[in-house]
């Protein structure tokens, strides 16, 4: 089988004295392995930063084997945000979300489109941390684990939506969740509209919502913890004072 296309680059690994074996995240066909022949090398090193853009060339005799694949660099990649180390911080852990939820060789185009989408507006500091929220709410949605944010689960109402039922994943309203909140998770409206502005502890609300249904829903049926990439990722942004 032999297939081109799109891809971000989730992991790589040495594999041998010259290869490397590098999982990507395609824009048709989810995510696949690959054998890099070369990969060690120093011209190589840069198309294997986690989410770099590169265009993947697959080649496998038969479809259930581990094929081998060539890289080509689309764009500055990774390289862009080297005087952003907290950018590239983030990027790392996206991958390490990706790589870990992501089932291998399934399709999963709105996981590549939200990966891109993170990607396009990494330069801008003020407006990435919600969308990596929003990066994960739309993996968990393109898992087949949307949150249902469209109305409170106990009153119906569409309005006043406030917090989140942590075993459900369905939002709840400030009315119908005021006795009941320390047992519940809260909602950032950012996450209701991309027009809401980003308030104070919106952040840090975000991530805890979002990385309680991977643990839950993806990475606990899988027996792993969250990646210790994104833990990173949370720790830098305390650090900066942006949860």
Known sequence: MEFQERAFVLSARPYGETGAIVEVLTEMRGKWAAHVAGGASRRMKPLLQPGARVLVTYRARISDQLGGATLEGVGEGPSAHFDQPIALSALAAAAAVAAGALPEREPHPGAFLAF?????????FDIWPAVF????AGLLQ???FALDLSRCAVTGEADDLAYVSPRTGRAVSSRAGEGYKDRLLALPPFLLSAQSRVAPG???DGFELTGHFLQAFVFGALNRALPPARVWLIDRLRAADRL
């Open 116 to 124: 891109e989408a993170l990607v396009g507006v990494l330069n801008d």
């Open 133 to 136: 929220v929003r990066f994960e």
């Open 142 to 144: 393109d898992l087949g």
């Open 202 to 204: 919106d952040i840090g």
